[in-house]
């Protein structure tokens, strides 16, 4: 089909969330503490609707699994990426997430979660957390048992434009003055470690300490982006990671650009900046898949673009 299915987001309001998805992006949220735009996304705790053209109202879970020509008949019981922008005005929890096994079992068959972040922009001297400092598995439990936060984990500094990919097993959080565009399995199965004391209507938010113990990894082993860059016309893309989930590209494009293509479908997020494709306007805040059978795609404009595809 050549036809881009443009997708309605789904916002979900957290004790983190900030105002920045409607400031910067224009979407019309929920309230002041809007932390998530599900941009793309069939999972069931939030399905996006396709906003306009054949498949205009369809949920994106039943396009998935009535018309999965559209996606190259690849196979899988759920569309199987979710993609967010992330706007952390306070932290996050320090958490973790299983693999697909450990999910599969403990979860009620629910995907674990391999997820990876782009940092649109940050405050300065901003961080975040990206694994542990533990020796090996007896020393996690030990270090989480007795709280001993500071000594375990692992903080980064953070700038704009930096990539991290976070393998199931990896302790992270994202915090205080982040804005993140996240390309991740569709799952939301999170086990939270450590809330820093925080109360939610009240009380505290739910802990998974033993599941937590159960996933993480040790030591941690920490993954180095891709980066490989092409340039392609006037548009220069670089590949940010390569996983058995997905891969993810960012593309710049100053002028005009046509982009090979034979995946089996596309994500697509315009982060910044305004164009058109295939003579399409498309403009910051968009998100579209390219579906199977496209084929290749002409971009032209100033735009910073976000995209991903999944192995055949
Ligand atoms: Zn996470």
């Not at 700038?159 to 569709?186: C, M, W, Y």
């Not at 005009?256 to 910051?284: H, Q, Y």
């Amino acid at each position: 089909m050549r036809e881009l299915l443009f997708m309605n987001p789904v916002f979900k309001e957290t004790i983190w969330g900030g105002d920045r998805l409607k400031k910067d992006y224009g979407y019309d949220i929920p309230s002041d503490h809007t932390g998530e735009c599900w941009a793309i996304s069939a999972h069931p705790n939030g399905t996006g609707t396709v906003a306009s053209g054949t498949y205009a109202g369809w949920k994106l879970s039943e396009l998935w699994d009535k018309h999965r020509e559209l996606f190259g008949g690849i196979e899988g019981k759920e569309f199987p990426l979710l993609i967010k922008i992330i706007d952390a005005k306070a932290d996050l929890s320090i958490q973790v997430h299983p693999d697909d096994a450990y999910a599969a079992v403990n979860e009620n068959g629910s995907l674990g979660k391999t997820e990876c972040w782009y940092i649109l922009d940050c405050d300065p001297g901003a961080d975040i957390i990206v694994g542990h400092n533990a020796k090996n598995h007896e020393e996690v439990e030990e270090m989480i048992r007795d709280g001993k936060w500071d000594e375990f984990i692992r903080v980064l500094p953070v700038h704009k434009g930096d990539f991290f990919q976070i393998n199931p097993g990896t302790v992270h959080a994202i915090r205080t003055g982040t804005l993140i565009l996240e390309t991740q399995q569709s799952s939301d199965v999170t086990y939270r470690l450590y809330d820093y004391d925080r109360l939610q209507n009240g009380k505290p938010r739910e802990l998974h300490i033993d599941k937590s113990i159960d996933v993480i990894k040790a030591p941690f082993v920490p993954v180095t982006a891709d980066g490989e860059e092409t340039k392609v016309g006037d548009a220069t893309i670089t590949k940010l990671v390569t996983c058995p989930f997905y891969s993810v590209y960012k593309t710049c494009v100053n002028g005009r650009a046509t982009i090979k293509n034979d995946k089996p479908f596309v994500n697509v997020s315009i982060l910044d900046g305004e164009g058109t494709v295939d003579g399409v306007a498309v403009k910051k805040g968009d998100h579209f898949i390219i579906p199977a059978g496209y084929g290749d795609y002409t971009l032209e404009g100033n735009m910073f673009i976000i995209s991903s595809d999944v192995p055949r």
